[in-house]
């Protein structure tokens, strides 16, 4: 029989339905009874032997009161085991270009779920636990959805003693230390967790869709990503260059971190800290250091002019800079430039080479150059290596791109034996001046046919 609430739900849906074969029905059931009328009336419930009902269900959901035994018992129970899908290839991506595997951190956090003190299979984590976009699981989604059911519902009531809730200095990572200031996700803190499960990021065939939006080359060749390619720049720089040059060279162009290289004092001992590359660099005099595995995207123009510093090539498919003109064909490919019909070169390579050409022209000047500048433009272009400092502490507010110049490669006049440095800042839309600061000392500054 049905409550009276359920009894009206069901007289307002059946109570219109025309049943054909009403006698033949009610013939089915003993004493006589209009059966039929009953049920579209709401007054009885009748059920086929042959209906089935189907249910996935979590025994322990915290939302619900606990399922009784009495209860269970009326069911048939199937235990469905958490599956691999790991040929669906879901990824934890970080901006930083590293990405790990999830099924391995799905596998990994279910031997402590079911293990240890908690022994709690119905809270361990399945392969589409997280939704991903084109197969990828953002550092912020990860931390939403995957540690914040880990810190919530998990392991709440058990504690954070566990390895993987510690920090860089031993001390428990709470869930709020996942966020900076503002309130945004700190994807190294995040990464940590990760680490601390002895998860690695996935190497080489995994990174080629990097290295494809990228197209990072050192050296002409391919680098994986932004790390590796630092890297290489830095390790070319360390075999003609000291730390010291070498750490002025990145302050100047990473004016905003201070993150990017550290010296070490165990270059054969050392064991790879939180935020650093793990191999280490080492000079010829036996000084070593290591590189800052934190990149973004936006950081690309920056390694750009850190390569072209130390004279290193580099190339990649991101734009040189934002407030300059696209420096890319229509095709995509990065445009280069000669100097009297020689070199392969981008924009401020080839106006630092085409510098050196009209310095050593005989008799020539300083004030020349500097004059004959100002066509291209009004800011800085050349600068002498005596003043760089005190200029930049004048200009300290000037843009960033303003300030930049290729301070590791100075050149000197011949006329005045004056000791100067070329500004990096350069873009397409200037190669008409260019070209005509060019004319002024019979030089020719071409873009390379497509």
């Known amino acids: 029989m049905a409550d009276k609430d359920l009894a009206q739900e069901l007289k307002a849906v059946l109570a219109k ?11 089915m059931y003993e004493g006589g009874h209009d059966v039929v009328g009953m049920v579209k009336r709401g007054e009885k419930l009748l059920l086929p032997n042959n209906l089935y009902i189907w249910a996935t269900m979590n025994t322990s959901d915290q939302s619900l009161f606990p399922i009784d035994s009495a209860f269970k018992r009326r069911w048939d129970w199937e235990y469905i085991k958490i599956k691999d899908h790991s040929e669906q290839g879901y990824g934890i991506q970080f901006s930083n270009g590293n990405r790990y595997d999830w099924w391995q951190f799905v596998t990994a956090i279910n031997e402590h779920i079911e293990g240890g003190e908690i022994q709690q299979e119905d809270k361990k984590l399945g392969y589409f636990f997280a939704k991903t976009a084109d197969g990828t699981i953002t550092a912020k989604r990860f931390l939403s959805k995957v540690i914040f059911y880990l810190y919530t519902d998990v392991f709440k009531d058990f504690g954070f003693d566990e390895p993987f809730f510690k920090d ?38 995994e990174e080629d869709a990097l290295d494809q939006i990228y197209g990072l080359t050192v050296n002409g060749r391919k680098m994986l990503t932004i790390t590796q390619a630092v890297f290489e720049i830095l390790n070319e720089a360390a075999k003609r ?30 064991i790879k800290e939180n935020r650093w590359n793990k191999i280490p660099i080492v000079m010829e005099d036996g000084q070593a250091f290591v590189v800052s595995n934190q990149w973004h995207k936006e950081s690309i123009p920056q390694v750009k002019e850190l390569a072209e510093s130390f004279n290193v090539p580099f190339e990649s498919a991101v734009e040189e800079y934002d407030n300059e003109d696209d420096e890319s064909s229509t095709s995509g490919k990065r445009l280069k430039y000669s100097v009297n019909g020689k070199g392969n070169y981008g924009i401020g390579e080839a106006f630092l080479e085409m510098s050196k050409a ?20 009004g800011k800085a272009i050349f600068l002498p290596t005596e003043s760089l400092d005190k200029w930049k502490e004048d200009h300290i507010n ?9 301070e590791n490669l100075p050149i000197v006049t011949n006329g005045d034996n004056v000791k100067f440095v070329v500004s990096t800042q350069w873009g397409k839309q200037r190669l008409e001046k260019i070209q ?13 046919s497509e």
């Open 168 to 205: 860089e200095n031993g001390e428990t990572m709470t869930f709020a230390s996942y966020f900076n200031e503002e309130g945004d996700p700190d994807e190294s803190r995040v990464e940590r967790f990760l680490i601390n499960l002895g998860l690695k990021p996935i190497m080489v065939n």
């Open 436 to 448: 005509e600061f060019a004319a002024v000392f019979g030089i020719s500054f071409e873009q390379i």
């Open 398 to 406: 000037d843009s960033k791109r303003d300030r930049r110049f290729f």
């Open 241 to 270: 260059m000291t730390f010291d040059a070498i750490k002025q060279t990145v302050g100047t162009i990473f004016a905003d971190r201070d993150d990017v290289v550290k010296a070490i004092d165990n270059p054969e001992t050392y």
């Open 17 to 27: 339905l025309n049943i054909a074969k009403a006698d033949q029905i009610n013939t």
């Open 358 to 377: 009209i310095a050593n022209q005989p008799g020539m000047t300083f004030q020349k150059m500097v004059d004959a500048g100002k066509i291209i433009r």
